[in-house]
């Protein structure tokens, strides 16, 4: 790696903010020897161009040995950043490349088979005419011998060992808070009727701990080796055998991998088994003296530092990790297991002005499972009187889960304002937030799990509402072993990590201005526990908290474009009269008032086929 290139590798025809200091830091702490650069940057300071500038700093081909790696990884863990480097001119030379299902086959009769099912994969010996120009193939060709590689993180783990996508000499990981969680993710075994083809088939016992789980998974990765060898013996495979022999390959990894792991005893990595209950008459009773059998498992690695190593830290020189919240720098390495020590800490100046990014108290109570009953209806009043506030402004509602969604869809409708309210479900989340996006009327929006990868710039959107503090459920195995460790700073960090995460939706340049709405009590709590993980930035913001002075609860205002009572609204959307930080006034008593009682049409979301990765990594029942 040549640190020094990192201003010519630059791709912007000029600098914004205070990226040219970036740079400059990034590049000493590399020149340093660090071997590892965390890059704290946040919300609007360009840090696709900042890892763009990094990439370009790795050795290139002609700089070393044959034998010495080359070239760089870009890697994140959201698709839609994918999507936005991709359609990034400025990004043009990093060369994307997808898995397989994302690519469809050429051939006349196969045009709409995705790649990983087409006849290359189905049939013995398929000699493919056009594979030189299999989408496919193409972009993994040009991907691999291209200078910088883009992947998202599950493909970038997905091919660790490939002999296509070898070590590269510099490794950029994009939104990187959250690798720890997401290495937890992909690493996690699930056992189930969803997962296993043959599960019907299968006698699954009551397992009363891991040791019993190991030897569960080595007699089931034995069943499906001999379930795939099956269907290798075939000359030709329908498209559903071809996912089953897919999923019989990964599975028979996943259970090698965590046997391999938990009988390692130089690994760190802690496993967890839960069990679900077994369904009554979901399969035939046992004979007597049989065993008791059990339901679907779940196998979950806690820190899997060794999973990380395989899959990420063996495939570069020199790795930057790009964040606006990697929030404590010590309990990240060592949830992704580096030495704190060895590992550099860039903080880049945020340059949003803190006037431009408000937040407000608007809380009404807790939004835990036992108060929810009685705060969310304050929630949705309030909902209505901010609609009132900002009559010609989009807004987004962060629900949280989407029980939280449709009881404030069904609330928000039944005080008569349901024409100015959208929501999505699970499988149409994108293609109804993209509808929402694109309209020119000031509807809001009820989403679930938005709070990343989602860029609201200017009037997309003006205003925003935290309905819940986003704590991880309790009831998770790994969340509950690491509480009864104690480890509280690492749960209030995460809520405050997915907070601050929000907050940046809606204000995306320096001048652009969007206001955030706290409507959980829960919320100024996690303020005061995780004051000491805060970056400046943000305490800033959190130290200017007030209480805004919103009209009466008037829902037909809400719709007829006149905000009574406000005496007008600042660009930040803050109103006037605002009281000082506090509870002390403002908060709604519960109940219905009259309304239509059926939801608008407008409400309805769309269908899409690629749903956002977020629907898949996250909880959204509780």
């Not at 760089?72 to 994918?82: D, E, H, I, K, W």
């Not at 995705?114 to 040009?142: L, M, T, W």
């Not at 800490?345 to 036992?370: A, C, I, S, W």
């Not at 009132?388 to 928000?412: C, N, T, W």
Request: aromatic share 8%; glycine share 8%; charged share 30%.
């Amino acid at each position: 790696m040549n640190p020094e290139r990192i201003f010519e590798e630059f791709p912007a025809p000029s600098y914004r903010g205070t990226q040219q200091q970036a740079l400059r830091d990034i590049r000493d702490a590399f020149a340093a020897g660090n071997d590892v650069v965390l890059v704290r940057a946040p919300t609007g300071s360009g840090k696709s161009l900042l890892a763009r500038a990094v990439a370009g700093c790795a050795r290139r081909a002609d700089e070393g040995d044959p034998s010495d790696a080359t070239g760089a990884y870009y890697t994140t863990p959201q698709v839609s950043q994918l999507d936005d480097v991709a359609a990034d001119d400025l990004l043009a030379d990093l060369n994307v490349i997808r898995g397989k299902s994302n690519y469809t086959c050429i051939l006349p009769e196969e045009r709409d088979t995705p790649v990983n099912q087409a006849p290359c994969v189905r049939e013995r010996g398929y000699d493919c005419s056009v594979k030189h120009r299999c989408p496919y193939f193409s972009d993994r060709a040009i991907a691999s011998n291209r200078e910088i590689a883009a992947m998202t993180l599950a493909y970038f783990m997905q091919t660790a060992g490939s002999e296509v996508f070898r070590k590269r000499d510099v490794v950029v990981v994009d939104e990187a808070h959250g690798l720890a969680e997401w290495a937890e993710m992909y690493a996690t075994i699930q056992l189930g009727p969803r997962t296993v083809p043959f599960w019907d088939d299968l006698r699954v016992p009551e397992i009363d701990g891991i040791e019993r789980a190991v030897r569960y998974a080595e007699n089931l990765a034995g069943t499906c080796e001999r379930r795939k060898d099956e269907l290798l013996a075939q000359d030709s495979l329908s498209p559903g055998e071809v996912r089953e022999r897919d999923r019989l390959q990964e599975l028979i990894g996943e259970l090698e991998w965590f046997v391999s792991d938990y009988r390692d005893p130089q690994s760190p990595t802690t496993w967890l088994v839960d069990q679900s209950e077994l369904r009554s008459g979901s399969r035939d009773t046992d004979d007597e003296g049989d065993e008791p059998q059990g339901g679907p498992l779940t196998i979950k690695p806690m820190n899997p530092e060794k999973y990380l190593q395989h899959t990420v830290w063996d495939r570069g020189n020199k790795f930057a990790l790009l964040s606006a919240t990697i929030l404590n720098k010590a309990a990240f390495c060592r949830q992704v297991g580096l030495d704190p020590d060895d590992v550099a800490l860039v903080d880049v100046e945020h340059t949003f002005p803190v006037e431009n990014r408000p937040l407000y108290d608007v809380t009404q109570g807790k939004m835990t499972y036992e108060e929810r009953d009685e705060t969310t209806p304050k929630i949705a009043r309030t909902i209505v009187r901010l609609m009132q506030h900002h009559p010609d402004e989009k807004g987004l509602v962060h629900a949280h889960s989407y029980d939280i969604q449709e009881r404030l869809a069904d609330l928000l409708s039944d005080f008569g304002v349901g024409d100015r309210i959208r929501l999505h479900d699970r499988d149409g989340r994108d293609a109804a937030l993209e509808e929402w996006k694109a309209s020119d009327d000031p509807d809001v929006f009820l989403s679930v799990k938005m709070e990343e990868a989602l860029d609201l710039k200017g009037d997309l959107c003006r205003w925003q509402v935290l309905c819940k503090a986003p704590f991880l459920n309790t009831g998770d195995s790994r969340v509950a072993h690491r509480l009864e460790e104690g480890q509280w700073a690492w749960y209030y960090r995460t809520a405050l990590r997915t907070v601050i995460q929000g907050c940046g939706r809606v204000v995306r340049a320096p001048d652009d201005y969007g206001a955030t709405y706290l409507a959980d009590s829960s919320l100024v709590d996690l303020f005061d526990r995780a004051k000491t993980d805060m970056p400046d930035w943000f305490e800033a913001q959190v130290d200017r908290m007030e209480r805004p002075d919103l009209p009466a609860f008037e829902p037909r205002s809400a719709l007829d474009g006149t905000a009574s009572g406000t005496g007008g609204r600042s660009r930040s959307g803050s109103g006037t009269g605002a009281t000082s930080r506090g509870r002390a006034d403002g908060a709604d008593s519960g109940g219905r008032d009259g309304g239509s009682s059926s939801r608008s049409s407008r409400s309805g979301s769309g269908r899409s086929s690629r749903s956002s990765p977020l629907a898949d990594v996250w909880d959204t029942d509780e």
